[in-house]
DNA sequence: GAGGTGGTGAGTCGCTCGGCTCACCACTGG
DNA sequence: CCAGTGGTGAGCCGAGCGACTCACCACCTC
């Protein structure tokens, strides 16, 4: 992106502020914002506290910095469909399981949770790398659906947040709620798949179209 | 339920831990279990330090304690709609949305998901007093239909997670993560109906029964 | 009115926390 | 070779925490 004039220490004090963030994220994620202690972060990046001090100015700007870095990185490995809405809602619900899906995806949002009433701008965050990008990409295959006829959708916005839902109500919440839950990879396409269908059925231009039945 | 003995000193006893568990619930919502210092609890109920140790053997157990006590109200005030399935789904669906609407409600679920790792037990409770009741209801109606033949529906399990997801996608999530976030009562019933609408199109027995179009 | 139950308030203990300071060292770039 | 940047380790501080103790008191019941 910008230009790096690096090579100096520099590159050192980056090397440290990123191990400090790698423990940070494992401590935070794992006990919570309160029971980690900057004592232990320093002590798991093997890091001294006056380093951790020089690069983090409080607890809270380091914890701000690692939901930050985590969003970013986690924006890196599954870009979210935007533009490409020509797919269906197929590719998209598979995409969105999948987000939800991630282990540490769900740890996330248990202490994003946990810690907005002390983090509000976290909320904003969530909503704009978590929920939101799928959200308006179903949005928008909605609408344009819509409007060639092949569909028909008076609220768009409830239609968007019922697929979404049945997706996330059977893959997330347990998640969130069980320690060790997993999905194994073919019900979660089934889970999809069946919310595909019934949105189809739902909002089926006229008629029965191509959605009907589906023995499997 | 229990005789009680009641009248000695014991009553005071009964009334002290009342007091105590209302401060620590209004407490434990506000701040989360690690801010909330049981000094700050004596103090706002108006106990002694002394007294509260006397009811409750450590903070654990006061806050155990506080989430049964708030889920036995939370059941109290809205029975779930268990043996009764002839209402339909719009009956449970309205009032599941009831419940997520609940002010304190969400508080409590949001500390329940911080505390999760803490205290594994509470997942059970959520699911016990929070999902399952509904889920269960919405679940044995489906199959009565089903049996029934007036829907077909092949996934009972996954069928009513959908219905009971493109509620609390809708209702519950927004409400968790903005603070002062509130949907009318028109939008909520309105939801609901949509919801039960799409249960209809998607799951009619045959061809498309009395729920096809719905112009409003 | 005497006995006993239960509440009270103050105090103590050991521990951990976030935050900060400072003298010292390692290494790189000129 | 030497100046300077950045990391290090140890230590200190004030505060708050959960947990516990004990002498004292208020009140009801017999």
Redesign the pocket.
């Known amino acids: 992106m910008s230009r790096v004039v690096t ?4 590159r ?2 980056q090397e ?1 502020r990123a191990l400090i963030l790698t423990a940070a994220t494992a401590l935070f994620l794992e006990l919570g914002y309160d029971r ?5 972060i320093a002590e798991r990046s ?6 951790l ?3 983090f ?4 700007a380091l914890f701000d910095a690692m939901v930050t870095e985590s969003w970013s990185t986690a924006d890196d490995e599954a870009p979210p469909p935007a533009g490409n809405i020509v797919d269906g809602l197929g590719i998209i619900g598979r995409r969105y399981a999948e987000l939800l899906g991630r282990a540490q995806m769900t740890d996330l949002f248990r202490i994003v949770i946990a810690e907005l009433p002390r983090f509000p701008e976290l909320a904003n965050a969530q909503f704009t790398h978590g929920k939101m990008p799928y959200f308006e990409s179903v949005r928008g295959y909605l609408l344009a659906e819509h409007e060639a006829g092949t569909v028909r959708v008076d609220d768009v916005d409830l239609a968007a947040t019922q697929f979404l839902g049945m997706i996330s109500n059977y893959l997330f919440w347990p998640t969130l709620l069980v320690p060790g839950w997993e999905v194994s990879a073919e019900r979660v396409a089934q889970v999809v798949d069946e919310a595909v269908r019934t949105m189809a059925a739902r909002y089926a231009a006229t008629g029965p179209g191509s959605s009907q039945a589906g023995s499997r």
Chains 1, 2 share one sequence.
């Open positions: 090579t100096y220490h520099q050192i004090a440290k980690t202690s900057l004592a232990r093997g890091v001294s506290r006056a380093t001090f020089k690069q100015p409080s607890k809270a």
